[in-house]
Structure formats: C-alpha cells, structure tokens
C-alpha cells in the first residue's frame, strides 16, 4: 500500500509528535509498505537522508496534489491550521481515503467552539469520507462528537530500558520542551517548597524552549542552584542513561496532553513517573504511576515528599508495568495502524 503521512511537525523540531510520526513511518516502512512523508516545516539543518523513507518538506499545492495522486491513502498526523486548505482542496481533486491522527485537542473541541477557525475547520473533517484516530479514551471525549478509533502511542522499546551499569541515585528527571504549557516552573517551585519544608529533593531538568529565559530567572529568585540543575536537550541514548539514574520522572503539564509517550520511555527504563492530573497523561502512566492536581505546585510538592524518603521505598511492580507498556511496542502499534488503514483503504 502506498501511504503519505502528513505531520504538522517534524524533525528537527523536539517532542513527541515528530517522534510517534517518524517511529511509526519507520514501521510501515519496514513492513514493505510504500512511504512518503509530507511535512510543512523545514529542515534546519537536518539530515533528511538519514531516515528510511523519503521526506518532502514545504511542497507548493501542485507538488502535493501530484503526491496525493500517487498514494492509496493519506495518514494526517497533528492537525494544524497550517496547510490545512491546500490539503482539503487536494482531498476534494484525489479523492483519497484519509485518516486523521489525533494527537491534541487543535482539532475543534467542544472547549473551542468560540474560535472563528473553528468552524469550517469542522466542517471539513467531519466528512464521511474522514476516519479519525485518537491516542487516548480522554483525547476522544474532547473532540466533537465525531466517532473515533483509539490506537494507542507507540515508544522505542527497542531502546528504553534500564542502562546497565547505571545507578538509580537522583531524584527526579524532567524531559520537556521548555515553555508555560509545560509547567516545568511547577518542578522548580515544588522542589523549593520541600527545602523550606527542610526535605530533600533535587531535580535534573533536560529540554529546551521559548520559556528557557523565564525558568533561568525564577530559578534564581527561589535559590534552588544546589537542587535544580538544566542540562539542554538531551538526545535518546542520553534520556535513556537519566531515565536509568533517576528515581522519579514528572510530567507536570498545565494543559491536557493527548497523551505521553515520554511517561512510556521513562517505564521501560525502570522509573516511577509522576503527572498531572488531566488528559491523556493518566492513561500514559498507567496503573503504577501517581497523578498531581493540575497547575499546582502545592500538590506536586505533597506527593513527592512523600515518594522521596530515606530509605527509598521500592520501586513499581515491574510485572504490571510490563503489561501496561505491551500494547505500546513498537511493532504492535505498528501492525494495528496498518490494520485500520488497509481497513479504511478497502471500505
């Protein structure tokens, strides 16, 4: 089957919709299916060729219309406005089935009925001709009510798992890009309100973001420079040593993630992850992890002064934890995303 998937974002841009996006092309690639993926966004330097399958990147109307006429059918990873009207004018000139792959709320929710985009936006995808996935039960309940099939987010088993070797001696990792809606202030805030407390808490931060500048200043205003320490972005092979030295993983989001798949990575290597209360974020961490009240500091704070103690309690039940990260291997994904397109593709 000849597939495009279309990503709003792609690499190199850091997070994990271009991670869930390249992970499953690499799949159906390696499937023997036929792959082109289609992005809005530039390279910036990185190296396209590196990947195994071909990457188009800002194609003008024609050039996309011709790639839609190859295709059996077309994958939408991330809606965004952006391209968002050449794609529904080439929908209607190739007739293509098409899948749109849910990752956040951007398509209309019934929380955004009020936008002016909202509107023809909806309109446009709620053809009949459109399926839609979702990556959580809690993601589906946001969208209008256009029906949806639940497949869940896939992360690099292949690669997250404990790092030999590697101490489990730190506190608490955060993997983040840096910006408000992120709520990394959360962490840095939580760990100062545990010292005053006079409890033990230190925090390794790895990311970066618009919001780098505004984090720098208010680690300096609460005087945590011995407990908070930022190291940038980190690569996959690097997350994967911190994941493995570091007791604790928050996911302090202010808003409501579709899902999470850093929550994934942080399992297989072995950590307690710890998430806002809100979203999908409570099915990524899954029956072993805790949750926090959303955009609260306080909160947070309670819960890992209680989950940091000398000596430190034990760590999850290794064995529900390997059957809640089952369903998000890589080649299961993988296999029921080929299954619902060929599906969609013969209806």
Not at 72 to 96: E, K, N, P, Q
Not at 272 to 279: E, H, P, Q, T, Y
Request: aromatic letters at 8%; charged letters at 25%.
């Amino acid at each position: 089957m000849r597939i495009i998937i279309y990503s709003s974002t792609f690499y190199p841009a850091w997070g994990g919709l271009a991670e869930v996006t390249s992970l499953l092309a690499e799949d159906l690639a390696s499937c023997g299916e036929e792959i082109r993926l289609i992005t809005p966004r530039s390279a910036g330097g990185f190296n396209d060729r590196g990947l195994p399958f071909p990457v188009y990147r800002k194609p003008g109307f024609i050039e996309l219309r011709n790639h839609l006429r190859w295709c059996d059918i077309v994958l939408h990873s991330g809606l965004h406005r952006r391209g968002l009207l050449a794609l529904a004018g080439c929908f209607y000139l190739t007739r293509r089935p098409w899948v749109v792959w849910h990752h956040d709320a951007s398509f209309p929710s019934r929380r955004q009925r009020g936008r002016p985009w909202a509107l023809p936006k909806s309109l446009f995808l709620r053809s009949p001709r459109i399926r839609h996935v979702t990556t959580s039960q809690a993601l589906q309940s946001d969208l209008l009510p256009t029906p949806s099939q639940i497949i869940p987010c896939a992360y690099r088993d292949d690669l997250y798992s404990p790092t030999p070797g590697v101490g489990r001696d730190r506190d608490v990792i955060c993997a983040s890009r840096l910006d408000r809606q992120k709520g990394v202030d959360l962490l840095i805030e939580a760990v100062a309100r545990l010292r005053d407390q006079g409890r033990r808490c230190t925090a390794t931060i790895a990311g970066d973001g618009p919001a780098r500048r505004e984090l720098a200043n208010l680690f300096e205003d609460l005087q945590v420079g011995d407990r908070v320490r930022f190291i940038g972005r980190a690569s996959a092979p690097q997350l994967r040593s911190l994941y493995s030295s570091h007791r604790i993983l928050v996911v302090p989001s202010r808003v409501r993630e579709g899902f999470g798949i850093v929550a994934l990575e942080a399992l297989g290597c072995g950590c307690l992850v710890v998430g806002s209360d809100a979203g999908g974020l409570p099915e990524a961490i899954g029956p072993t992890g805790k949750t926090f009240k959303r955009d609260s500091a306080e909160s947070l704070a309670t819960l890992l002064g209680a989950m940091i103690t000398d000596p430190p309690p034990p760590l999850h039940d290794s064995r529900r934890v390997e059957m809640h990260l089952k369903p998000h291997a890589r080649r299961e994904v993988a296999k029921v995303f080929l299954d619902h397109l060929t599906e969609v593709y013969r209806e």
